[in-house]
């Protein structure tokens, strides 16, 4: 092994995954609500246009944020990251989706 080589497991990950990525956006969408309406209709539209699992995964993000409501916005982050750890559950692409590389909408992926 080279001198500077650092073993597997100390190699840094990826810094943005796609959790870390689908956080940030729900992070986003909650602490932006002041500023842009949510439009939960056109969510389940969306979701409905990609399958029964996106509108069950959009209808969960909705009673996540609702439940979030009115609370101090560290609270919001910690219920945001507990909602997005119990709902993604890491396998690879090909298992999912069938495909060696797919990057899935955040509506497919919850």
Known sequence: MPRNAVPD??????????Q???????LFLVLQTSLFAWDANRLIAAAA????????????????????????E??????INGFVNLRIEYREDTEVWGQIDYWASPLETL
């Open 20 to 26: 870390w990525l689908l956080a940030l956006l729900l």
């Open 49 to 72: 246009q990609r399958s029964a699992a996106a509108v069950a995964g959009a209808r969960a993000t909705q009673m996540a944020l609702a439940g979030m409501a009115g609370q101090a």
């Open 74 to 79: 560290v609270a919001q982050v910690v219920a």
């Open 9 to 18: 497991e100390r190699r840094p990950v990826r810094v943005l995954s796609r």
